[in-house]
Protein backbone atom coordinates (compact mmCIF):
# COMPACT_ATOMS: atom_id res chain seq x y z
CA UNK A 1 0.00 0.00 0.00
CA UNK A 2 2.29 2.56 -1.23
CA UNK A 3 0.11 6.13 -1.32
CA UNK A 4 1.80 9.21 -2.79
CA UNK A 5 1.78 11.81 -0.69
CA UNK A 6 3.03 14.86 -1.77
CA UNK A 7 4.44 17.23 1.20
CA UNK A 8 3.21 20.64 1.13
CA UNK A 9 5.62 23.50 1.39
CA UNK A 10 4.67 26.20 3.28
CA UNK A 11 4.95 29.01 0.14
CA UNK A 12 2.06 27.12 -2.13
CA UNK A 13 -1.56 27.94 -0.98
CA UNK A 14 -4.59 26.87 -2.24
CA UNK A 15 -7.37 29.44 -3.20
CA UNK A 16 -7.92 32.49 -5.75
CA UNK A 17 -5.39 34.82 -6.41
CA UNK A 18 -5.95 38.77 -6.44
CA UNK A 19 -6.19 38.94 -9.91
CA UNK A 20 -8.58 36.17 -10.60
CA UNK A 21 -10.78 37.87 -8.15
CA UNK A 22 -10.54 41.09 -9.89
CA UNK A 23 -11.52 39.58 -13.08
CA UNK A 24 -14.25 37.81 -11.53
CA UNK A 25 -15.70 40.79 -10.17
CA UNK A 26 -15.12 42.97 -13.46
CA UNK A 27 -17.32 40.32 -15.07
CA UNK A 28 -20.04 39.83 -12.87
CA UNK A 29 -20.48 44.05 -12.64
CA UNK A 30 -20.89 44.19 -16.01
CA UNK A 31 -23.93 41.77 -16.25
CA UNK A 32 -25.21 43.44 -13.09
CA UNK A 33 -25.02 47.24 -13.81
CA UNK A 34 -26.91 46.92 -16.98
CA UNK A 35 -29.62 44.58 -15.50
CA UNK A 36 -30.17 46.99 -12.47
CA UNK A 37 -29.94 49.87 -14.81
CA UNK A 38 -33.09 48.75 -16.67
CA UNK A 39 -34.62 47.62 -13.80
CA UNK A 40 -34.83 51.32 -12.76
CA UNK A 41 -36.14 52.04 -15.89
CA UNK A 42 -39.00 49.79 -16.26
CA UNK A 43 -40.36 50.79 -12.49
CA UNK A 44 -39.79 54.45 -13.32
CA UNK A 45 -41.46 54.32 -16.96
CA UNK A 46 -44.54 52.41 -14.71
CA UNK A 47 -45.24 55.30 -12.30
CA UNK A 48 -46.05 58.20 -14.37
CA UNK A 49 -48.61 55.95 -16.51
CA UNK A 50 -50.62 55.25 -13.41
CA UNK A 51 -50.39 58.29 -12.16
CA UNK A 52 -51.85 59.92 -14.99
CA UNK A 53 -54.66 57.40 -14.95
CA UNK A 54 -55.25 58.08 -11.30
CA UNK A 55 -55.50 61.92 -12.42
CA UNK A 56 -57.90 61.04 -15.40
CA UNK A 57 -60.27 59.04 -12.44
CA UNK A 58 -60.22 62.44 -10.33
CA UNK A 59 -61.04 64.96 -12.48
CA UNK A 60 -63.78 62.86 -14.50
CA UNK A 61 -65.31 62.76 -10.80
CA UNK A 62 -65.12 66.25 -10.16
CA UNK A 63 -66.44 67.01 -13.79
CA UNK A 64 -69.89 64.48 -12.20
CA UNK A 65 -70.38 66.80 -9.73
CA UNK A 66 -73.32 69.21 -9.67
CA UNK A 67 -74.28 72.69 -7.57
CA UNK A 68 -77.66 70.88 -8.04
CA UNK A 69 -76.19 67.80 -5.88
CA UNK A 70 -77.17 68.11 -1.99
CA UNK A 71 -74.66 70.45 -0.09
CA UNK A 72 -74.56 68.40 3.19
CA UNK A 73 -71.38 67.39 4.27
CA UNK A 74 -70.45 63.73 3.10
CA UNK A 75 -67.70 61.60 2.20
CA UNK A 76 -68.56 58.79 -0.40
CA UNK A 77 -65.73 55.65 -1.23
CA UNK A 78 -66.26 54.05 -4.17
CA UNK A 79 -64.36 51.22 -5.72
CA UNK A 80 -63.64 51.76 -9.33
CA UNK A 81 -61.33 48.96 -9.95
CA UNK A 82 -58.25 49.03 -9.44
CA UNK A 83 -58.81 52.08 -7.89
CA UNK A 84 -60.32 53.37 -4.23
CA UNK A 85 -62.03 56.49 -5.20
CA UNK A 86 -63.00 58.97 -2.19
CA UNK A 87 -65.16 62.18 -2.68
CA UNK A 88 -65.25 64.89 0.20
CA UNK A 89 -67.65 67.93 0.11
CA UNK A 90 -67.99 70.11 2.46
CA UNK A 91 -69.66 73.62 2.51
CA UNK A 92 -67.83 76.61 2.67
CA UNK A 93 -69.44 79.80 3.36
CA UNK A 94 -70.84 80.74 -0.45
CA UNK A 95 -68.43 77.66 -1.98
CA UNK A 96 -68.41 74.46 -1.74
CA UNK A 97 -64.63 72.31 -1.22
CA UNK A 98 -64.89 69.53 -3.36
CA UNK A 99 -61.64 66.82 -2.89
CA UNK A 100 -61.20 63.52 -4.01
CA UNK A 101 -58.70 61.24 -3.80
CA UNK A 102 -57.73 58.22 -5.26
CA UNK A 103 -55.74 54.98 -4.35
CA UNK A 104 -54.59 51.77 -5.45
CA UNK A 105 -57.53 49.07 -3.80
CA UNK A 106 -54.39 47.26 -2.56
CA UNK A 107 -52.20 50.47 -1.17
CA UNK A 108 -53.22 52.92 1.44
CA UNK A 109 -51.45 55.76 0.02
CA UNK A 110 -53.21 58.41 -2.22
CA UNK A 111 -51.79 58.53 -5.90
CA UNK A 112 -53.56 61.39 -6.89
CA UNK A 113 -55.53 64.09 -4.52
CA UNK A 114 -57.31 67.00 -6.21
CA UNK A 115 -59.13 69.79 -4.58
CA UNK A 116 -61.32 72.63 -5.56
CA UNK A 117 -63.86 75.46 -4.46
CA UNK A 118 -66.99 75.57 -6.54
CA UNK A 119 -69.82 78.22 -5.90
CA UNK A 120 -73.02 77.29 -5.09
Same mark, same amino acid.
Given at each position: ???N???VSPNEEDGYTLVET???LAIFMTVLVPTAQFVGYLVTQQQPSQTSAAYRVATSTLETWSPESPLREDT? *???? =?PWTVTT *???PD? =??VL???DVRRTSSER???TLETRRAR
Open positions: MHQIRPLVAE *TVEH =P *TVQG =PYLRVSVV
